[in-house]
């Protein structure tokens, strides 16, 4: 195993044990403080932020991406998000993609939008109330709770596309 492989699956195992009780629980990620900022992205999940957490740990993700089966919810993913790709690599071999700017909905609804000033005070498709609006930003996925073939860094997995079915 070179060293940065050796690096990487200790980070992932601290990210691991760090997030265990999220892992079949969105109530205990709910009772700390992450709610729904996305409902389901196709090849993705649904995104649920904690906006007390800010910069990157990897025992405390600001966002968990959730898989729903059925009535029950599995941890899929980990992410964290940044205005720009850092000029060091929170993680060996970090790879990152890329979420438009947004407005974001208390149900979880979102609208890409360039500036605030075009967020609607409620969602255009469900009516709920505007919750926070953001700028173009990196995304970090680091799935350590799913497996995904494209990669522990990619943002979609194609292995999810079964689920997160309404």
């Known amino acids: ?7 990487l699956a200790t980070q992932l195992a601290k990210a691991r044990l760090a997030t265990g009780r999220y892992a079949t629980s ?16 196709p090849d993705m999940g649904w ?4 906006p007390a957490i800010q910069g990157f740990d990897v025992t405390k993700p600001a966002i968990l ?7 029950s919810w599995q941890l ?7 205005t720009e790709i850092p000029a060091t690599p929170p993680l060996p071999g970090a790879t990152y ?10 149900d979880g609804t979102f609208v890409f939008a360039r500036v605030q000033e075009l967020c609607a005070k409620r969602s255009p498709r469900t009516g709920s109330p505007f919750n926070f609006w953001h700028p ?4 970090l996925h680091v799935w350590v709770w799913y497996p995904n073939p494209d990669g522990v860094y990619n943002s979609t997995n194609p292995y999810i596309k079964p689920f997160n079915r309404g």
């Open 47 to 50: 995104h649920f932020l904690n």
């Open 97 to 106: 993609g890329s979420f438009p700017a947004a407005c974001h909905y208390k």
């Open 136 to 139: 173009d930003l990196v995304t």
């Open 65 to 71: 991406v959730y898989e729903r089966h059925g009535r």
């Open 26 to 41: 969105l109530h205990a990620a709910k009772a700390d403080g992450y709610q729904i900022i996305t409902q389901m992205i």
């Open 1 to 7: 195993m070179t060293s940065d492989a050796g690096a």
């Open 76 to 82: 899929g993913a980990l992410e964290w998000v940044v």
